[in-house]
Every structure is written in structure tokens, then in C-alpha cells.
């Protein structure tokens, strides 16, 4: 009786760690880098790895936008630092690019604050003018979309490693 009450000891205490190393995530590599476009940093994108099932990798995805210099950390979802280990597949969205059923946006004559403003419709004062940058509705294409397509992106097999590591993305347009 002392044997069978030792092994089901050791069967309650085995049960909680084998639980435990089934809900752990997939471990993660820390990944920076620069996104150019014909060799000039891209912004207004978003980059996104994600783990690719046909190369033995899952988890989940990851993003970053990058800055006015095209430099991007990634993260996961969940918000944890970095990527799954493994192969990735990467795709870079214009977040610029009108999309379809998007509304163009309409010319509003907007006023200038400082020099007093110009009622609107509804006696309201319009805010100032801020600074623009790019246009949102532009019409002009910036790179491919092959980019943007998980099918054919050019960024394939981008292989994530443990630890920290620079990940450059070279766009061609």
C-alpha cells in the first residue's frame, strides 16, 4: 500500500510540472534592425514576422512600426519583446496605401488660429493647420505588394535565434 501511495505522490507532484511546460510559449529572440526602401529609411509601415507553420515554427506574430530613422524593435502581440525562434515569413504594410472601401478624405478649408480662426458651419472655430506630413490619400504606390502578402513576400526565411540580433529589410521598389 505504501508503494502505490509513493507513486501516486509522485504522479500529483510530475502532473503540475508537465502542465507547466506545456503552456509555455515558444522561447523568443530579441530582434532590431532598419527598414530602407531603395536604401532610404522607411516609415509609415508597419513590419510584421510572422512564425512560419511550414518551417516548423509557431507562436504568435510580432509587429513594429518603425521610427523617422526606419529603425523598429519588434514585439510580440502579447507584448513581449522580440519574436519566436524560428523561421519567419515578413511582411512590411503600407500604412499609407489607400485600402479598399476607404473614403477619400474631402477638401476642408481649415483655419489658421493664430489669425483668429474661421467659423465653421455650427459658429465653431476651426483648429489650426498641423503640420502635414505625407499625404494619407496619396495615389501613388511605394514598393510592391508583394510585400504585403504572407504568399509572396521576398522575406522568407528570416531566421530568428535566441538572444539579441539585427534584422536589416531592404525594400526594392
Request: charged letters at 30%; hydrophobic letters at 35%; a neutral charge.
Amino acid at each position: 500500500m505504501a508503494r502505490r501511495d509513493r507513486v501516486f505522490g509522485l504522479i500529483l507532484l510530475a502532473l503540475p510540472l508537465a502542465v507547466m511546460g506545456c503552456s509555455q510559449e515558444h522561447p523568443y529572440g530579441e530582434v532590431e534592425g532598419v527598414v530602407t526602401l531603395d536604401g532610404k529609411p522607411l516609415t509609415n509601415v508597419e513590419i510584421v514576422f510572422m512564425p512560419d507553420p511550414e518551417k516548423g515554427n509557431r507562436g504568435r506574430r510580432s509587429t513594429a512600426v518603425p521610427d523617422k530613422d526606419g529603425h523598429f524593435r519588434i514585439a510580440s502581440d502579447a507584448g513581449q519583446t522580440g519574436a519566436p525562434v524560428g523561421f519567419h515569413r515578413v511582411i512590411v504594410n503600407d500604412l499609407l496605401k489607400p485600402r479598399k472601401g476607404d473614403l477619400p478624405i474631402p477638401n476642408v478649408k481649415v483655419a489658421d488660429e493664430e489669425k483668429g480662426g474661421e467659423e465653421g458651419a455650427v459658429g465653431v472655430k476651426a483648429p489650426p493647420v498641423a503640420a502635414a506630413g505625407p499625404n494619407p490619400t496619396q495615389k501613388k504606390q511605394r514598393f510592391s505588394d508583394d510585400y504585403e502578402d504572407a504568399l509572396k513576400t521576398p522575406f522568407r526565411d528570416i531566421e530568428v535565434k535566441a538572444g539579441s540580433q539585427t534584422i536589416n529589410l531592404e525594400l526594392k521598389r
